[in-house]
């Protein structure tokens, strides 16, 4: 039986909503995956960012309802750009969104412009 599911299996970004720096997450191959934030200037959890994960997600597939100038960090100097790793029976791919849109198949040239 062949497996037909797809995987996220890496996620970076940066200058992504309040993430200045680059964030790289490697994620497990099965199983659940937590994300735990923490506010400096509240002591909680709220406005840490833990929605700016799933909506890194969505921009990259793109299906984000808010434009890319919304999503763009407002402090950051460079511009903003996501890249989702996925993978699935078939192989990997890369979906990188930024100055421009581009889908990469295994380690071959990447597609799109």
């Known amino acids: 039986m062949v497996d037909n599911f797809t995987r996220l299996r890496s996620l970076r970004f940066r200058n992504f909503r309040s993430f200045r720096s680059e964030q790289t997450l490697d994620l497990p191959e099965a199983g659940l995956f937590l994300i735990r934030g923490a506010n400096k200037d509240t002591d909680g959890s709220s406005g840490s960012g833990k929605s700016s994960f799933l909506k890194t997600i969505s921009y990259a597939l793109g299906y984000e309802k808010q ?7 407002w402090t ?38």
Do not use: I, W, Y
């Open 67 to 73: 434009p890319a100038t919304q999503l763009k960090c």
């Open 76 to 113: 950051a100097d460079g511009p903003m750009s996501v890249e989702l790793g996925l993978s699935n029976a078939l192989g990997t791919a890369t979906v990188t969104r930024g100055g421009k849109f581009q889908f990469r198949l295994a380690d071959g040239a990447p597609v799109g412009s």
